[in-house]
Each structure stands twice: as structure tokens, then as C-alpha cells.
């Protein structure tokens, strides 16, 4: 009888040992085969950002064939370089980068190339000496993003204008092309002037703290040119809170860009007047570029989005419903 027991449980035993090792071998022979992608990410300072980040998060998954390792890097370029430096160490297939500023890259890059692993710059561009540090590059044209909101701020506004311009991240493509769109119109038009200049670091807080402060030093605000939704929204609420208006017949007219979902809302209340698309849905851009370079194709070395406007006086809730962030 207890010979029977011990070859039952001999064999229990031999059953779910290889009933172990079937089911685990499968697994490790899909993790190898999943392309590992380190993905640098400039921060959470923005709700662009925050669609941005889910948008790499969902497309960067083990059903798609992935596995994603993320790192947020708080808006600062030394901890996107020491990820860069620990995707390197993980041996990842794509390095993708969403630059916080466009300078101060060569270093880190060159050693990604040593270690013969492709990067991806994402969103934002990079300065570097050699452009062979990067394999490719998706994102906004920022500069047009400006140009528009000037096109639109010649078509509808006064000649005389006193604007106050609220910057996003000093050195970062969104803030360099934005503010360059604006200056060139400056210079154009020559009623306007720009009576504020400050950064807002792209952070809805900053954004209402610099326009508390400008707005004590400012009575005569025409136009609130602020380079991204978050920075609007802290604005308007300053400019309110200042027994102001804001608006399509407000005192302030307000000029945003990325057009969020909030940021269209408050352009469908009448509170922004103009938003400038920004479209943060690139994780189904560069997982289409990863396909391309696993396929042996080559890519192309610069993509840029087409992007909309929205303008107060014609925007409807159905443009909003048929937004995908
Ligand atoms: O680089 C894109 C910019 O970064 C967006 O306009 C802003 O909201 C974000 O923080």
C-alpha cells in the first residue's frame, strides 16, 4: 500500500513538474521575443504630457510585441541621461527620447551609437553636432504652431496691440518655435508689442503665479499669448481672480496651443479664444517607425504631425466629441 502512495505521488510529482515546464517555456520564448523599448519621458507637467504618456503606454504592450520600460524624468535633462545610460545598461532594443530641451545631447546619444541601439527623438527635437545620433525623428512644427496663432491674431485683432507672452520650458522646440512665431509677428506688425515675457514653465501653476505678477504691473493687457493649455488655464484664472475678463467679448483675449480636451472646452466656453493643435498621440507613430526599421526599411530622418486650429467663435461639441484625447 505504501509503495502504491509513494509511485502516485512520484507521479503527481513528474506531472506537475512537466506540466510546469510546458507552461513556463512558452512564456520565456515570448519575452524573448518581445522588442524592449526604453522610453524616456520629459515629465507630467502638462495634461498634452499625460496623453502623450498614454499613448506609449498603450501602444508599447506585451500584445503588441513589446515591452516597454518607462521613466519620467521630472523635467530634467540629467535624469533623462541617467535613463538613457540605464537603457543602454538593459540592453534595450529602441532607445525612444521626448527631449526636455534641445541641447546637451552628444554626449549620451554617442554612447547609445557605440552600443549600436537605434534612437527614436519623439515630440520635441534635438540639437546635436551629427545627426547620425538619432535614427529618427516625429513630432510638431512648432514654428508653424506660432505662425498660426500670429496669422489669426493679424486676421481678427486690432492694429495696436499689448501682448504678454507666457513661455513654455526655455530650450525646448515647443517654447523656441512658439516664441519665434510670435516674435517674427512682433516684428511685422508694428502695433504690437510685447509688454511681458516669462516663462511659465508649461505648468498651470506658474503659469496663474507669473500672470498674478504681470498683472500687477499691467493694466492695459490686450492679449495673453501662452504657450500651452495648462498655462491658459492658470492665466484665466489670475485674470479672473483679478476682477478681469477673458475672451470672446472678455477684456483679455486669450491665444493657447495643444488643444486638450479641457482646452477645447474652455475654448467652447468662450475663455481661450484661438488653440493651436498639438497632437500628443505619437505612440502609433513610432511603433509604425519600429516596425519599418524591424522590416530593414528605411525611415525617414524627420516626420512632422499635421495639426488643426480651433477658434472660439466656431468651434462645436461635436469637434470636441470626435477628439481622440
Ligand atoms: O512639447 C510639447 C509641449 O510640451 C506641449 O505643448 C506642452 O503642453 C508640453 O508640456
Redesign the pocket.
Given at each position: 500500500m505504501q509503495n502504491i502512495v509513494k509511485r502516485l505521488m512520484t507521479l503527481v510529482s513528474v506531472v506537475l513538474g512537466l506540466s510546469f515546464i510546458l507552461g513556463a517555456f512558452p512564456t520565456t520564448v515570448q519575452a524573448e521575443d518581445l522588442i524592449v523599448v526604453g522610453f524616456s519621458q520629459?515629465?507630467a507637467?502638462?495634461?498634452?504630457?499625460t496623453a502623450?504618456t498614454k499613448s506609449m503606454q498603450d501602444t508599447f504592450v506585451e500584445a503588441n510585441g513589446y515591452r516597454l520600460i518607462f521613466d519620467d524624468a521630472q523635467q530634467k535633462q540629467e535624469n533623462q541621461i541617467t535613463a538613457i545610460r540605464n537603457f543602454i545598461q538593459q540592453e534595450v532594443d529602441y532607445i525612444v527620447l521626448?527631449p526636455v530641451t534641445e541641447t546637451g545631447w552628444d554626449t549620451v546619444l554617442q554612447e547609445a551609437q557605440d552600443a549600436a541601439i537605434p534612437v527614436i527623438i519623439v515630440?520635441?527635437m534635438i540639437d546635436v553636432s551629427d545627426d547620425a545620433l538619432f535614427t529618427t525623428w516625429v513630432?510638431?512644427d512648432?514654428k508653424l504652431e506660432g505662425d498660426k496663432a500670429v496669422e489669426w491674431m493679424v486676421e481678427t485683432q486690432a492694429e495696436e496691440l499689448k501682448i504678454v507672452h507666457l513661455q513654455?520650458?526655455i530650450g525646448?522646440?515647443?517654447q523656441i518655435g512658439?516664441t519665434q512665431g510670435l516674435e517674427e509677428g512682433v516684428e511685422a506688425n508694428q502695433g504690437w508689442e510685447i509688454i511681458a515675457q516669462q516663462t511659465g514653465e508649461?505648468?498651470q501653476a506658474k503659469g496663474q503665479e507669473v500672470m498674478e505678477s504681470i498683472l500687477k504691473q499691467h493694466d492695459d493687457i490686450d492679449v495673453v499669448y501662452a504657450?500651452?493649455?495648462?498655462?491658459a488655464f492658470g492665466a484665466i484664472d489670475a485674470i479672473e481672480a483679478a476682477g478681469k475678463t477673458v475672451g470672446v467679448d472678455g477684456d483679455i483675449v486669450v491665444i493657447s496651443?495643444?488643444a486638450?480636451r479641457a482646452g477645447l472646452d474652455a475654448t467652447l466656453a468662450g475663455k481661450i479664444n484661438y488653440n493651436v493643435e498639438?497632437n500628443?498621440l505619437h505612440g502609433a507613430r513610432v511603433d509604425a517607425l519600429i516596425q519599418q526599421l524591424e522590416a530593414g526599411e528605411e525611415v525617414d530622418k524627420l516626420a512632422y504631425v499635421e495639426e488643426v486650429t480651433f477658434d472660439a467663435t466656431t468651434i462645436t461639441q461635436e469637434d470636441i466629441d470626435a477628439r481622440e484625447y
Open positions: 520629459v515629465g507637467e502638462s495634461d498634452w504630457r502623450n521626448a515630440d520635441r513630432g510638431s512648432f513654455g520650458t525646448s522646440s515647443a512658439r508649461f505648468t504657450e500651452n493649455d495648462n498655462m496651443f495643444d486638450t498639438c500628443p
